[in-house]
C-alpha cells in the first residue's frame, strides 16, 4: 500500500467531503474548514497554512456556540502549531487516536466469532437499543444521540452503515459499526468494544473481519479506523497500516 497516496485520497474522499449525518445534519465548507452541523458538531477537514489562523478558530467558537462541538486534527494539518492556537483558543484535546488503514484485500475475511458466540445485524429499533446499551456498558457515558444517527441512517440512507452486535447464550457482549462513504474508496470502523469478561477471545477480530466483507461487498477498497490504544495493536496484527495521529479537540 502507497501510505501517501492513501493518506492524499482520504484527506480528498473522506475529510474534504464528507455526507451529512441524518434525519438533518448539514455541512459547510468556507473553504478553510469543513464543518458538519448536527447531532454532532464536528471541524472534519482544515487547511489553515497562510491564513490569519486564530480568527479561523475564533469564526468556529461563534459558529457553534452554545453547543457542544470538536475540532478533528489530524497530525499532517497545517500549520504546525494549529493544537497551540486551539489550545489558546479554550479547546481541550482528548486522548489521541491511530489513524489505520488497511487494503480490504489484505484482510483475512473468513474470520468466524468464538465458540458460543453469534453476530447478528442491527436491523430495527430494539437492535440499536441494545447496540446503545452495549457501548455504556463498555466505554461509559451516554450514547442515546449515537443512537438516534444510527437508527436514522438504517432507516433513510441503509447504503450509509450497518451495525452488528456480538451475542452469547442470549447476553449481548460486543457492538461494532461500519459507515460507507458512497462513491469513495473508503468504509470506517467504529466501535468495537467487548465486556471485559470477552475480550482475548477473538470477538473483536470476527467483527473487524464481518464489517470488513460488507465494505467489500458495498465496493469499497480501503477500511480506516480512528484506533485507541487498546485495539491499535490488534488492528495492526490484522494487517493495518499507521498513516497519521488524530486527536480531538473539544469545547
Do not use: C
Amino acid at each position: 500500500m502507497d501510505s501517501a497516496a492513501v493518506l492524499a485520497a482520504f484527506d480528498d474522499q473522506v475529510r474534504r467531503r464528507p455526507e451529512p449525518d441524518p434525519p438533518d445534519g448539514q455541512v459547510e465548507d468556507d473553504g478553510h474548514v469543513v464543518r458538519m452541523i448536527g447531532p454532532v458538531n464536528t471541524v472534519v477537514w482544515s487547511d489553515l497554512d497562510g491564513t490569519d489562523v486564530d480568527a479561523v478558530i475564533a469564526e468556529q467558537v461563534r459558529r457553534f456556540a452554545g453547543r457542544p462541538w470538536e475540532w478533528k486534527y489530524y497530525s499532517y494539518d497545517r500549520p504546525v502549531e494549529l493544537p497551540e492556537r486551539l489550545l489558546a483558543a479554550g479547546l481541550a484535546p482528548q486522548p489521541d487516536e491511530a489513524l489505520l488503514v488497511a487494503d480490504i484485500a489484505d484482510l483475512e475475511m473468513d474470520v468466524k466469532p468464538p465458540p458460543g458466540v453469534e453476530l447478528r445485524a442491527v436491523e430495527d429499533e430494539r437492535g440499536v437499543e441494545t447496540f446503545v446499551k452495549v457501548h455504556e456498558e463498555v466505554f461509559g457515558g451516554d450514547y442515546s444521540d449515537l443512537g438516534a444517527i444510527l437508527l436514522a441512517t438504517l432507516t433513510r440512507r441503509p447504503d450509509r452503515a450497518a451495525a452488528v452486535i456480538a451475542w452469547a447464550d442470549g447476553t449481548p457482549v460486543s457492538a461494532a459499526r461500519v459507515e460507507f462513504h458512497p462513491g469513495t474508496d473508503f468504509a470506517g470502523l467504529w466501535g468495537g468494544g467487548t465486556v471485559p469478561a470477552w475480550r482475548g477471545r477473538g470477538v473483536f477480530r470476527s467483527l473487524v473481519a464481518y464489517r470488513a466483507a460488507l465494505a467489500r461487498a458495498a465496493g469499497h477498497r480501503y477500511l480506516q479506523v480512528d484506533a485507541l490504544p487498546a485495539s491499535r495493536p490488534i488492528l495492526l496484527r490484522l494487517g493495518f497500516t499507521e498513516l497519521a495521529t488524530t486527536t480531538p479537540f473539544t469545547a
